[in-house]
């Protein structure tokens, strides 16, 4: 039997949205029934108005339902999952919702089935909710959610720049997690800390990564490149030898556009040079120094002469699209790139990883732009231990590494990158410890809170015009400067 806030008395078995709720939800998120439809059934199973309101921004924002592919269930998913210890038992008969994955997500059979084990295992009820696939619609249902301080979900996935953004609506997890949270990387906990609070706990994690054609680089001898410096005379060189014979060739291709993604790009940059992380932990704007103008000036510089000159229209796609068909030297991406190259008969088994060259300014360092998600436990949650166990469980070394081996979804604990099982499903996974222990940057989405979007939007803007040529690189420096310290005088 379901209660009216959509919470199914009866584990998770496995198989997707089994009740009426969670059905209409689905249906919802996928756009395969009206509005008018969706509100008259909504009505009759009396949801709240928050639930209500995060379907209808779903049919607005979310997938077309002709567009929409969902995962069918898969029985193995989660097979290789061995239960932690030490899971607690006295919580039975409890139920949890949580906002996981979305519906057209690849991982969401394991998800499911990771939570099913969970269940099975502790006699927790889980009901499995699929979020929306675009992260800022997502973001947007759960501020509806968040206003309206419903219980009706107590777990929710969250971006890993979100977590300044939803502190206040967050149980702290760090009297509960706090043992489990020092297993993982130091820079995620810390980007998941707000105000001394641990706001989420990581799940998955992402990073910034260069990848170099080893055939090219045997072919001129050179050495993957170390410095943006290595990197320019390198993929100037290649460049120049390819380039009669295909006439495509670019040296190197990475994201220029105005958008997040080249937020990502330009604080590595600056970061690697020695120029400062955009703002600061204490709320200090520093943007306006010689490196990082050095650093976007560098930039600047590889616009039309080692990567395209319409660079500055690059995203992610456009990126791996002329890297798979063996267009470019060197790129910039996140650790997709890697599977994606396998696929590519033009580079595949001609790719090599490495963290991202460095700068040569003072203090210069690697730097790799965090990605990946986090899981939160709702201040409004009528089960907040039994929410507090399952994120334990499915943030845990034994979650991590089944995710790594069936999956490749990049663990969060050093330890599980040493797991004979990781290395023997990727070879990939392991070299990245590294990335992630000595070069990873998070952005200033903790310090500047829900102001996080006006501050990347005023910085991608200015670095698309500094590359593009429209602004110099100390004027785009000052006025970014000035607009930080005005945005940050908000909060």
Request: net charge negative; aromatic share 8%.
């Amino acid at each position: 039997m379901s209660r009216a806030n959509g919470r199914q008395d009866g584990p998770v078995n496995g198989k997707p949205l089994p009740n009426p709720v969670t059905r209409l939800m689905a249906e919802s998120l996928t756009g395969q029934i009206s509005r008018r439809e969706m509100l008259r059934r909504a009505t009759a199973l009396g949801l709240s108005a928050p639930l209500v309101g995060l379907m209808l921004s779903a049919q607005t924002k979310g997938v077309r339902a002709q567009d929409a592919v969902t995962p069918a269930p898969d029985p193995d998913a989660g097979s290789t999952i061995v239960m932690p210890q030490g899971l607690r038992t006295d919580l039975g008969g409890a139920t949890v919702a949580a906002v996981l994955s979305d519906t057209t997500d690849p991982n969401r059979p394991f998800v499911e089935n990771a939570c099913a084990k969970f269940a099975e295992a502790t006699g927790i009820n889980v009901t499995f909710v699929p979020g929306e696939t675009q992260s800022e619609a997502r973001l947007q249902a759960y501020r509806q959610q968040f206003a309206g301080q419903s219980s009706d979900f107590d777990v929710y996935q969250i971006d890993v720049i979100w977590p300044g953004i939803v502190a206040e609506h967050a149980v702290d997890l760090s009297e509960g997690l706090g043992e489990a949270a020092g297993q993982h990387f130091e820079a995620i906990v810390k980007n998941n800390t707000v105000n001394d609070q641990l706001i989420g706990l990581p799940w998955f994690t992402d990073a910034g990564l260069f990848y170099y054609r080893t055939d090219l680089l045997e072919k001129y001898q050179l050495q993957p490149p170390t410095t943006w410096d290595e990197l320019q005379t390198s993929a100037q060189t290649i460049l120049d030898g390819e380039r009669a014979a295909n006439p495509a060739f670019t040296g190197f291709v990475w994201q220029g556009r105005a958008y997040e993604g080249l937020t990502c790009n330009g604080l590595e940059w600056q970061v690697s040079n020695g120029g400062g992380a955009i703002i600061e932990e204490d709320a200090t704007v520093s943007i306006n120094n010689p490196e990082a103008i050095a650093a976007f000036e560098r930039a600047r510089g590889w616009v039309g002469t080692i990567s395209p000159q319409d660079i500055t229209t690059f995203r992610e796609t456009e990126t791996i699209n002329v890297w798979t068909a063996g267009n470019a030297a060197f790129m910039r991406n996140w650790p997709y790139g890697w599977a994606s190259s396998q696929d590519a008969p033009a580079v595949a088994g001609k790719v090599g990883v490495a963290p991202l060259p460095q700068g040569t300014g003072e203090g210069a360092r690697n730097a790799a732009t965090l990605g990946g998600w986090q899981l939160m436990v709702s201040k409004y949650s009528k089960n907040p231990e039994a929410a507090i166990e399952l994120v334990r469980f499915l943030c845990s070394p034994e979650v991590q590494t089944s995710f790594a081996v069936e999956r490749s979804m990049l663990p969060t604990i050093g330890s599980v990158y040493e797991s004979p099982d990781v290395a023997a499903a990727s070879e990939f996974i392991p070299r990245l410890r590294e990335v992630f222990e000595g070069g990873a940057v998070a952005r200033p989405s903790s310090v500047s809170a829900d102001l996080y979007g006006e501050v990347s939007a005023a910085y991608y803007t200015t670095v698309n015009e500094i590359l593009s040529g429209t602004t110099s690189a100390e004027e785009g420096a000052a006025s970014m400067e000035e607009e930080f310290n005005a945005i940050l005088e908000e909060l």
